[in-house]
């Protein structure tokens, strides 16, 4: 076997391991890096991680250019302490908003369309604050700025988005890996109901078909997944601190449906097994079958 050969094949073997436990490099035979389609960062600090998994996709430099208004998009809910895992992690939000600012960002707007009460979720989740001393505009979703979309998807013809969105130059997906009674899991694609306005509700008829839909119409510069704690049992919600559970990683990438894919082995499934990525594959959004990915796995 070739080296070029020989490195592709520990690459695809890499990538059926939820949790990573030494560098692993990529080399072209030239000895240039080759491209890195997902990088999974496992270790204590979770702004290192971050920061780590971001650097191993080409750095943040990459993906924000100077003068760009960026929206980040995290998962915050539920009225939930970081601990409960509901909600993304804030030190994961505060390193990206850091390393928005760093290359040049000229703002940074953080924000979600809560469940719960927006004013006790903002403060509970950690997220408020974390980003708000990192730089970030932080705001509560306001009711006026949601327009009627064409979406002209199989589920969802139309609906009202987030405006900001939009109108952003690069946006960051960066949603918690959780539970999910109904869609079994909730990752980076289901994170997108965020910016729904209207009776979201609506959707849970055909909730894989219209998750699909908003995936191909929202499409985000880079996408982070947060697994330093996932909920394993009772999401999306939770509550429980036994339904927790530490992985200390983070899943960096652009592709969203292999995020999700890859994030369905952190629960001991595979992507196959979620209904929104088999349809997401599908139809072209991304690659369902990690096996085919290259992936850089770092211990910091």
């Known amino acids: ?5 020989f490195i592709k094949s520990a690459a695809i073997a890499a990538a059926g391991f939820a949790i990573p436990h030494s560098i692993d490099t990529l080399f072209s035979t030239a000895g240039a890096f080759e491209k890195v389609d997902l990088a999974v960062a496992h270790g204590a600090s979770p702004s290192k991680i971050t920061r780590a998994a971001i650097d191993a996709m080409g750095g943040m430099k990459k993906f924000i250019s100077r003068g760009d208004i960026v929206v980040i998009k995290p998962n915050m809910a539920w009225d939930r302490t970081p601990e409960q895992a509901a909600n993304t992690n804030p030190e994961v939000v505060a390193e990206v908003v850091k390393m928005c600012y760093e290359v040049g960002a000229k703002k940074v707007k953080v924000f979600d369309r809560t469940v719960n009460d927006p004013r006790r979720c903002y403060v509970q989740s950690g997220i408020a604050d974390a980003a708000k001393a990192a730089g970030a505009e932080v705001s509560y979703v306001d009711e006026r700025k949601f327009r009627d979309m064409d979406i002209k998807g199989e589920a969802i013809k139309s609906w009202p988005l987030y405006t900001d969105i939009f109108e952003a130059d690069k946006v960051i997906n960066i949603p918690v890996a959780k ?122």
Do not use: C
Request: charged share 25%.
């Open 1 to 5: 076997m070739h080296r070029r050969e």
């Open 179 to 300: 539970h999910h009674g109904l869609a079994k899991l909730t990752m980076s694609m289901k994170n997108w109901m965020g910016v729904m306005g209207g009776s979201r509700r609506q959707i849970h008829q055909r909730l894989d078909e219209s998750l699909v839909d908003l995936s191909m119409f929202i499409k985000p510069t880079l996408t982070i997944l947060d697994a330093v704690r996932i909920l394993i049992a009772n999401g999306p919600q939770g509550g429980n601190l036994a339904d927790v559970k530490k992985l200390d990683t983070v899943i960096v990438g652009i592709d969203q449906v292999a995020i999700d894919s890859f994030g369905a082995t952190l629960f001991g499934m595979k992507g196959s097994e979620l209904g929104y990525v088999k349809i997401a594959d599908k139809r072209g959004i991304g690659t369902m079958d990690i096996s085919k990915l290259k992936i850089r796995k770092i211990s910091v």
